[in-house]
């Protein structure tokens, strides 16, 4: 005869049905997410809901997220943007030399098309490598020193570099250009460039493009480039400046991250991305 009590042996325990409303409410969620970041992992993903309060792991997040069918695998594609085929003065990598400590140390330029139904546009960028942040875009139909320029004129407008701040980039012509090597020394900016036929030299703006791609091109039907121009701002400032997580910063927007390491009051560089649109 047992000794414990009747209530003990009937007792029928409420985790699992707690335990599947939490899953639900997660699930929900995470399609909500997925609606704004569509190409998020589930690393990324379970570091978004602890953002936002809740107490999970990332193999719980794996599993609901492949049960809900929200887990996606995309191949990298290196596309050539880059005609270095010329004459003109090339620069040595100093990338190599930096140590990554505050914004405006090391910017990382580079180009890529995108195409839309009536043709292709490019997209010029320049990034500060320490918080992966885009100062500055511009976009056009044609490939040359003018965009390229149009992107650097306007970084230097939004970050006002210090002197000796590192300008990096492939070995294309747009950027050994004189006209571009020219704007770029005037406002104290240090030229380096990536090995020959070396993408990986300029990591940090190939993975912006794959970002950008993944999440937001090849996810929408763009009939124009000036439509294609009216849509970006979305994407580039609210969305990859302010709100998406990456893990070479501890999974916090570059936004927020730079904030956490500028001094109170205003600082160089504290505002919004400028873009330009090029004559088309």
Not at 63 to 80: D, E, G, H, I, P
Not at 111 to 132: K, N, Q, W
């Amino acid at each position: 005869m047992t000794e414990l009590a009747r209530s003990t042996i009937y007792y029928k325990s409420h985790a699992p049905v707690a335990q599947s409303v939490l899953d639900a409410t997660l699930c929900e969620r995470m399609q909500a997410l997925a609606l704004v970041f569509p190409r998020y992992g589930y690393r990324r993903m379970t570091a978004q809901l602890r953002r936002e309060g809740f107490a999970v792991n990332h193999k719980r997040v794996l599993r609901l997220m492949r049960a809900s069918n929200l887990l996606c695998q995309t191949k990298r594609r290196f596309v050539r943007t880059t005609d270095s085929k010329h004459e003109l003065e090339l620069y040595p990598n100093l990338t190599k030399e930096v140590e990554l400590t505050k914004i405006n140390q090391l910017w990382v330029a580079d180009i890529t098309y995108i195409h839309v139904r009536e043709g292709f546009a490019y997209l010029a960028v320049i990034l500060d490598a320490f918080s992966r942040r885009v100062v500055s875009w511009a976009l056009s139909r044609h490939i040359n020193s003018e965009l390229t320029m149009a992107a650097l004129l306007s970084a230097v407008q939004a970050r006002q570099p210090p002197p000796g701040c590192i300008h990096h980039s492939d070995r294309g012509v747009q950027y050994a250009a004189s006209a571009y090597v020219e704007l770029a020394r005037h406002h104290g900016l240090r030229l380096s460039m990536s090995r020959r036929a070396n993408p990986y030299d300029n990591a940090k703006a190939e993975s912006f493009f794959k970002t950008l791609k993944v999440e937001e091109i090849y996810l929408m039907d763009v009939v124009s480039v000036a439509e294609l121009a009216e849509r970006l701002p979305y994407y580039i400032d609210e969305i990859y400046n302010e709100q998406r997580l990456h893990s070479s910063l501890g999974y916090l927007p570059p936004v927020e991250f730079e904030a956490l390491h500028l001094n109170s009051g205003p600082q160089a560089g504290d505002v919004l991305t400028i873009m330009h649109v090029c004559p088309v």
